[in-house]
């Protein structure tokens, strides 16, 4: 099995920039899935006093080739994304199990 990666935008504090480039954005992660690196993604809800993120699911070896691969994302191309964290998961238990594991 691959090594699931997630991975954690953290997005400038721009709603229209944001709302101008999600098209673009989707599209490119729409590309990444249907590449089989994608299993999961979607923006994370508001916290208190916390910026717009979102949370994608890869199913790679290697953090290095994820990122390498984001790097076209439109929203890091147009600035939107301010942060990027890579890290290591390991799914024990859900529903959602057989997608990120097959």
Do not use: C
């Not at 989707?26 to 590449?35: I, K, S, V």
């Amino acid at each position: 099995m691959d090594n699931v990666l997630v991975v954690n935008y953290t997005y400038i504090a721009d709603p229209d920039a944001i709302a101008e480039h999600r098209p673009a954005h989707r599209d490119f992660l729409r590309g990444l899935a249907d590449e089989g690196l994608l299993v999961l993604s979607g923006p994370l809800a508001p916290g208190v006093g916390q910026p717009d993120a979102g949370l994608l699911v890869f199913r790679s070896d290697s953090p290095e080739a994820v990122l390498a691969k984001l790097a076209d994302d439109p929203f890091q191309r147009e600035g939107i994304v301010a942060h990027v964290e890579v890290r290591g998961w390991t799914p024990v238990l859900g529903a959602w199990l057989d997608k990120v594991s097959d």
